[in-house]
């Protein structure tokens, strides 16, 4: 699609709406948006270097913009399929992967706008892709129930974990990229050692003991898991499923310690149709988190308190994705619709700069309700 077809929209302090009641209403304010037309953007990821963002859409193609004013960059043309996920490099901006349901994943050079390498292994659509932290290993799950373990220098397959028993929907590695952390439609959050391949852990909800490490009991509910994401610090692990709410795992105590519930204290699910990712952020002096939803536009909570602190609404259409740049100070996320909007943070909510480095993760032990 031309640069000429897409409309960007500078808009004003009063075009947002965020209910007066909330703690921080002026938390984000929106820089511009990307009305991209007929078909949902899927994935949205920002840059390591914060220079530009990627879009992956159902139209099959990857689409590269400048961060700082939303110009297109790049078009990125070779998928048959929808595109499920994308991911940047962490070692080169340059560098970006993303992965379809026509399963494959490709390789891109942004500046060549050159597809570099096709991998090909699983046998039914390919939903998530991450790179490991030197940038050299890519991990991909599906919807075959495997999770892949890519060389991408040479392309070859390292291995392959039967992982679960319906589609993988989201992947996510501890910030040493020792573990990845798995999520499924079966319900189940599993944990495996990236080296060995062996798995460490499986968590599940269960409803009379608040999490366990064990599925086989009879009072586990099975909602799909559709997002799993790492606290800054590596302890925790954020989970979302379609049963309307967020669960924040102490994983190693096989414990959820926080669940954090939609708008009219959960009478309004976060996300029951819809795969809406969620992510930290650490620049504000408490850690917050924050998610798309099916209906509410963007919330965020505050870690603790579990309050709703901030929502951004988007005439009610469903929000798939959030990506964060510099600790949530930069937001990017993507509609079903096709829109996508870059937010910047308020900078009256920025921790002081004399804060200790380490306090920009979460704290050791958040108190457990």
């Not at 379609?242 to 699910?269: A, F, Q, S």
């Not at 964060?324 to 943070?345: F, H, L, P, Q, W």
């Amino acid at each position: 699609m031309a640069e000429s077809s897409l409309k960007r929209q500078k808009l004003s302090t009063d075009s947002y709406v965020a209910q007066t009641i909330l703690p921080m209403n002026d938390l984000y304010k929106e820089k511009y948006s990307i009305s991209k037309g007929e078909h949902s953007v899927n994935s949205i990821k920002i840059s390591p270097d914060g220079t530009k963002f990627a879009t992956g859409s159902s139209d099959t193609t990857v689409k590269v913009f400048n961060l700082n004013d939303g110009e297109l960059l790049a078009e990125l043309i070779g998928h048959t399929k929808g595109i499920s996920d994308i991911e940047f490099s962490p070692t080169n901006s340059n560098i970006i992967a993303s992965c379809s349901d026509d399963l494959t994943i490709r390789l891109w050079s942004i500046k060549k706008k050159q597809c570099l390498k096709v991998l090909k292994k699983h046998t039914y659509h390919v939903t998530a892709v991450k790179f490991s932290l030197k940038g050299n290993i890519l991990i991909s799950g599906s919807a075959d129930e495997t999770i892949t373990i890519w060389d991408i220098i040479s392309g070859i397959t390292l291995k392959t974990l039967a992982a679960h028993s319906d589609p993988v929907l989201s992947l996510a590695l501890t910030p040493d990229s020792t573990m990845i952390a798995s999520a499924s439609y079966d319900g189940l959050m599993r944990l495996f050692d990236l080296e060995t391949g062996q798995c460490l852990k499986t968590l599940t909800y269960n409803s009379s003991s608040h999490g366990t490490a064990t599925a086989s009991t009879a009072d586990v509910v099975n909602f799909p898991i559709s997002n799993v994401e790492f606290s800054p610090n590596g302890k925790y692990i954020l989970s979302s499923s379609l049963d309307g709410v967020l669960r924040l795992w102490d994983y190693m105590n096989n414990k959820v310690i926080k669940t954090y519930l939609g708008l009219d204290g959960g009478e309004v699910p976060i996300s029951e149709a819809y795969n809406c990712s969620a992510k930290f952020i650490t620049k504000t002096k408490d850690p917050l988190i924050i998610s798309g939803s099916d209906k509410s536009g963007i919330l965020v909570w505050d870690v603790q308190s579990k309050k709703i602190a901030y929502q951004f609404e988007n005439s009610g259409e469903p929000v798939f994705d959030i990506d964060t740049y510099d600790e949530g100070r930069i937001i990017a996320a993507c509609s079903k619709n096709g829109a996508v909007s870059i937010m910047e943070m308020n900078p009256k909510y920025f921790k002081p700069t004399e804060m200790n480095p380490d306090a920009s993760s979460l704290p050791e032990s958040p108190a457990s309700s």
